[in-house]
């Protein structure tokens, strides 16, 4: 396997320019077209030798297998126009680029799976039922064996280099072509036992099997692509990432409510950041530009930073955030909270704000009722509380 490694990296370095800078956008698209334009040539190479070899020896689940490939040469197209409408620049139509394509490629190949899948399979379950003779001839097997190797080799290479840029449309890429050399392993099992058991319905059942990989790719790619269209949760390392780079900012005490919006091609990133009110206005304003300008360089994109002040906490106020600690304590569903703050409404009333955070298992029509016990607990524990202002962080947010 390391020799196979070392021979897709020395591949890799001739075909690509600059291959190693995974992190270069325009690298990036390089991979793509290349893992795209090797599955385009060698696959059909592969339908066209499958599919001569099916008419050839009537062999359904044959047929069925050339058209596996017909759909993965879909999606190996669809890959390669996918990339390529990636690199366009961004346009007054769509601002954010087109780097979510990358994303709608497995989805469009699932339609293309589900579509096969079910012709393909009304074919092999009439040859199950009414099979008829098949022509086999001792070079059959070895042929279609020589096409597992390259199949074997391919799905390899574009997994490698999916793997570099960790995009999931390569990887979809690589994992389909895996699946098509099993099930040609299969289809030759089939081919060997129904010669030499003389049961021509043994070729409907093998393309059946094979039918039944189809939809299930179909059905995995599809689940796959739909996530990120609408809104993938960020990495926690990402998060570790954004935070840490946030607070090495001088001025920066902590960092909260941060969100991620992931274009493909770019990063959408807000976040709000405590910095103690005595460095003024003007100062606090350049905290959080500097803040922003070190996200800008690190992922790309947009960065919004917005600055909340942290107030010098009395005695009588740090009393009463250790209470309202405790009181948050008490309930199993929140995870913590931030922004504390209290706000005098009058001499003798005062507003408790904060923002808290609750547990990924609660849903967001039980956020009000959350707020609502937690408001109870402190007018009951605090003297002199007018009201509460509670904000629950929803779940897009970290």
Not at 184 to 202: D, K, M, Q
Not at 215 to 231: E, F, K, Q, T
Not at 264 to 289: D, M, N, Q, W
């Amino acid at each position: 396997m390391k020799i196979l490694e070392r021979a897709n990296r020395r591949l890799g370095h001739w075909l690509i320019a600059d291959f190693d800078k995974i992190d270069n956008q325009t690298v990036r698209i390089k991979y793509g077209l290349l893992a795209g334009w090797t599955s385009i040539i060698l696959t059909v190479f592969l339908f066209s030798v499958k599919m001569v070899l099916g008419l050839m020896s009537g062999s359904i689940s044959v047929v069925a297998d050339a058209f596996h490939l017909l759909s993965h040469l879909a999606n190996s197209i669809i890959l390669v126009v996918t990339f390529w409408v990636t690199s366009k620049p961004a346009t007054a139509k769509t601002p954010f680029g087109h780097g979510r394509m990358e994303h709608v490629a497995p989805l469009i190949m699932a339609i293309f799976l589900f579509v096969s899948g079910i012709q393909i399979g009304e074919r092999a379950l009439h040859q199950a039922l009414d099979p008829h003779e098949i022509h086999f001839w001792a070079a059959l097997p070895w042929i279609l064996l020589g096409t597992v190797l390259i199949k074997g080799w391919m799905g390899q290479f574009v997994l490698f280099l999916g793997n570099r840029v960790k995009s999931h449309a390569i990887e979809a890429n690589a994992h389909h072509q895996r699946i098509e050399a099993i099930s040609t392993l299969t289809v030759i099992a089939g081919l060997l036992a129904n010669h030499y058991l003389h049961r021509p319905e043994i070729d409907g059942f093998i393309g059946m099997g094979v039918c039944s990989w189809i939809l299930y790719l179909g059905y995995a790619h599809g689940r796959h692509a739909v996530i990120p269209l609408l809104g993938k949760a960020p990495g926690k390392d990402m998060i570790q990432r954004i935070r840490g780079i946030a607070k090495s900012v001088d001025g920066i005490e902590d960092v909260h409510e941060i969100i991620v919006n992931d274009y493909g091609s770019l990063y959408l990133i807000s976040l709000h950041v405590e910095i103690p009110e005595k460095y003024g206005p003007a100062r606090i304003h350049e905290i959080a530009e500097n803040c922003e300008h070190r996200l800008r360089k690190e992922f790309g994109g947009e960065a919004v930073c917005h600055s909340d002040p942290l107030l010098e906490k009395t005695p009588e106020i740090e009393a009463m955030e250790a209470q309202f600690k405790e009181i948050v304590a008490q309930d199993d569903r929140i995870t913590g909270y931030h922004g504390f703050r209290v706000v005098m409404a009058s001499r003798r009333q005062i507003i408790v704000c904060a923002d808290i955070d609750v547990s990924d298992k609660v849903p967001e029509s039980e956020f009000e009722a959350v707020a609502t016990a937690v408001e109870d607990r402190v007018k009951k524990a605090i003297a002199d509380v007018a009201y509460c202002s509670f904000y629950v962080t929803p779940k897009y947010s970290y």
